[in-house]
């Protein structure tokens, strides 16, 4: 994030900021309610909603060293339904926490724990739509003690189909290989992406499915494959999503059946995109990437592109926030059974501006149909704009109904609070 320590000196910039926050203020929709807080003294992991709005969250508490997991239900409003429950506990290191949900209201929680002095074990478990854990979690995979990763990079992703089947996807990262030439060994460093589905009745089905496998560099970032999403698609099919190319300027899509495992139609590649979850299939086929770019002036800013059913580029990539004086980062993307999306985002400065060094995020959102066209103008997500909001993750239901769920200060104190749109 690209803070400046100066205030502008232009005024002619800060007329501008105060014309488009201005339009965004009209063209926004009505709030439907203050903020709500979903929790506090908690991390959000992750969110997920079915079909009416309903909501599970996902958060993380504890320390580093006596981590838990919990996940919490609620209506889409954010009135708690039942009691939040613990799904990992301090015997292990919990990390990187994956949720989805379906329809119906079924969701499936992944994780990795690292039990000191073991080998990691990639869990999952599911839960019915009152909550209900469908038995214990499942172990998926053991990953070799010699696994790592590195930075942000997403080492587990889930999803979960209409008849409560799911998908539960990983990568080894860097796993060191030592291949014998001549006398010696030469150390390789291979990632790799595996997938394993799992019935509704909480059973492997099948062996893991080898989505991916290329060499990396000795160095984070450069060659290899890397942060796995899983797409739901019809009939209970689904898709692996994953970074690759030399400096995984690339993202690649293969589809599989759900009931058998095997690959389905062929390998996608959509160039000139980062982040496979933020990437979502249309009706009609085609797709549609949310990434960070840059401006002219060297700020972060939220850009989008879309793909043919074939992954072939359609036109240039377009900018998504409107306001664009300072940074705008941490995309996260939502579409509804409709195809019609809806970005949300961490903008600096667009409330109360930049002064003396100090600088303040909000979240805001834009909103697409299912070509690709906006509709409205971006509006803010927050009514409470004192402090930092951060980290926001939008939901749509199945008729457009929004939920935008950040971390922040609000008027109960800092916490994850939620606030609900209705379609438009």
């Known amino acids: 994030m690209n803070t400046p320590s100066h205030q502008p000196a232009v005024s002619t910039r800060r007329m501008t900021a105060a014309l488009l926050l201005l339009a965004a203020t009209l063209s926004a929709p009505a709030f439907a309610a203050n903020d709500v807080l979903l929790a506090s003294d908690a991390d959000l992991q992750a969110s997920a909603s079915d079909a009416v709005g309903n909501l599970v969250i996902l958060t993380r ?4 060293q006596l981590p838990l997991l919990n996940v919490q239900r609620f209506d889409a409003q954010g009135h708690a339904l039942g009691a939040a429950v613990s799904i990992a ?7 990187s926490p994956a ?8 969701f499936a929680v992944a994780w990795i724990a690292d039990p000191q002095g073991s080998h990691p074990q990639v869990l999952e478990q599911s839960f019915d739509i009152d909550g209900t854990a469908r038995g214990p979690a499942l172990t998926v995979a053991t990953l070799p003690q010699r696994f790592s990763f590195f930075g942000t990079d997403k080492v587990v992703a889930v ?10 996807a990983w990568s080894n990262l860097n796993r060191i290989v030592d291949i014998p030439v001549g006398d010696g060994l030469i150390a390789l460093n291979i990632d790799s992406i595996r997938v394993q589905r799992v019935t509704a009745s909480g059973k492997l089905s099948g062996a893991p499915l080898l989505v991916a496998a ?11 494959v890397a942060s796995p999403a899983v797409l739901m698609q019809s009939g209970g099919d689904f898709s692996i999503a994953w970074h690759a190319g030399l400096a995984r300027g690339a993202v690649r899509v293969q589809r599989y059946a759900g009931t058998s495992g095997l690959r389905v139609g062929s390998l996608k590649t959509l160039q000139q995109t980062s982040d496979p979850a933020l990437l979502r299939t249309l009706p009609d086929g085609r797709w549609f990437a949310v990434f960070e770019g840059l401006d002219a002036q060297g700020f972060s800013d939220i850009d989008a592109h879309m ?5 072939a580029m359609q036109g240039s990539a377009f900018r998504v926030n409107t306001y664009s004086l300072y940074s705008q980062d941490t995309p996260t993307l939502a579409s509804d059974a409709r195809g019609d999306l809806a970005v949300a985002w961490n903008s600096l400065g667009q409330v109360e501006g930049i002064s003396s060094g100090a600088a303040s995020y909000d979240i805001f959102v834009q909103r697409f149909r299912a070509d690709g066209s906006t509709f409205g103008g ?6 409470y704009t004192s402090g930092q909001q951060t980290d926001p993750q939008a ?21 994850i609070y939620l606030h609900y749109f209705a379609a438009p």
């Open 214 to 224: 290329e060499a990396a560099a000795p160095v984070p970032g450069i060659g290899g």
């Open 378 to 383: 971006e509006f803010r997500a927050n009514s």
């Open 89 to 95: 506990s301090a015997s292990s290191v919990v990390s």
């Open 99 to 106: 949720l989805a949900r379906n329809a119906a209201g079924r």
């Open 395 to 415: 939901l749509l239901d199945a008729v457009g109904n929004l939920q935008v769920i950040w971390t922040g200060d609000g008027a109960q104190g800092y916490g």
């Open 307 to 311: 793909y043919s059913s074939a992954g």
């Open 159 to 168: 999803g979960i189909d209409d008849a409560g089947n799911s998908a539960v």
């Open 61 to 64: 508490a504890g320390t580093p």
